[in-house]
């Protein structure tokens, strides 16, 4: 009986297909909507949205409803709020539980980026765990949408103390927690502390996702073994290689994971999502700008391709991209 209280308590507050569910992580100007289609195509269970502004939102800014927007086939999605004031993270959270309608919310404590940390949003709020409890209590109370958390380890080495911070996440009413298991002194160098992933999965009654260095689908065995965690997200490991997540599912079911794509399937997956992203983000210069690391990702040890992205890197519309990648794939 306890042991099924407990297995009950470890569900994700939202429906998950898999026993063991493999996340996108939320990645600013990558985890977007056509990539977040392609990733579940390829059998990641649940994306996360880049983080967005609390401020923004609550102010309104049509830009940002427009990054928010999802297709359906992308679900079960988390929206990723970050802000350092409660109330007006609440009131965003309000907001895109109304307009958006997304499967959860997510609360970014572990962002880095400096503009959002002087602010005391991201990993800026692990430096005062009362503003951080009182952000989730805030943000639960505005919506009935599950409430869940993607936290570092901890400011710098010397307040490094993931189990304290997540205890108290729990505590203030986060469903899931998420950890990148380093502290925002270390942006990305170093290794992720695994070992602190699996303190958290000792200690805490909701499912807790493992995230940090997962570079290749034998890693996802690797840290699911390592740490029991309840699901686990991929970050950089994905960019140009949503076969990651089919391959990775693989080994999960204990079957040889499937081979790696050759160079046409890379080119018509990529033609996918340049087509994807044309008909949702729409023909732009800027669309156009923003994807071509996507190509340098998708065409990387490739042979022979140094000239394909040598053109790839000079396209200003989504459509010389298309025509590019429809040649290379022919
Ligand atoms: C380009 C890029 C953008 C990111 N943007 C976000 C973000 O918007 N929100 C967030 O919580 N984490 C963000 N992260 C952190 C990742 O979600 C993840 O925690 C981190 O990269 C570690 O996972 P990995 O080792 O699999 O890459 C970003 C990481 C990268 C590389």
Redesign the pocket.
Known sequence: MQRAITLLRMQFPYRVASDVPLFL???????ESPFRLLCRRFGADVV?S??ISAVGVSRGIAALFADMRFDEAERPIGI?L?GADATVMARAAEMVTAVCKPDFIDI?F??PVKKVVKNNGGSGCLKDLGQVQAIIRAVRGATHLPVTV?MRSGWDDAQRDPLTIALRCREAGAQAITL?A?TRTQM?SGT?DWDEIAALVERLDVPVVG?????TPEDVVAMRRHTGCAGI?????SFGNPWIFAQARDLLAGRPRRRDPDPAERFAVALEHARLALRLQGDSRRTALEFRKHFGWYTKGVPGAAGLRERLFQIESMQQAEAIFLEAAA
């Open positions: 992580a939320p990645m600013a100007g990558v985890s996360v880049e983080f990723q970050y970014n572990g962002c993607k990148h380093r990305f992720a995230n940090g260095d997962i570079r997200m991929i970050a950089r490991g």
